[in-house]
């Protein structure tokens, strides 16, 4: 469809300061996950781009 996301993105997970902790390359159309769980409590921000659209950026919490 046209406003649904296809092909590939590239997934960054970065925390507060800016560091990335985490990367994965996703394939769009389909579920996919990212394996967060080697990362501390805190805030994080998960960017995504798809080489074919618009940058994504969400904040996540993560409590342990």
Known sequence: SSTGM????D???SDPSG???AQE???LGNESS???SGLQS????????PRNGQPIMRR???ER
């Open 60 to 62: 996540v919490v993560i």
């Open 34 to 36: 990212i394996n967060l």
């Open 25 to 27: 390359e996703i394939v």
């Open 6 to 9: 296809m092909g590939a993105a």
């Open 42 to 49: 805190g805030t994080y921000f998960i960017s995504m781009r």
């Open 19 to 21: 560091r990335i902790v």
């Open 11 to 13: 997934v960054d997970v």
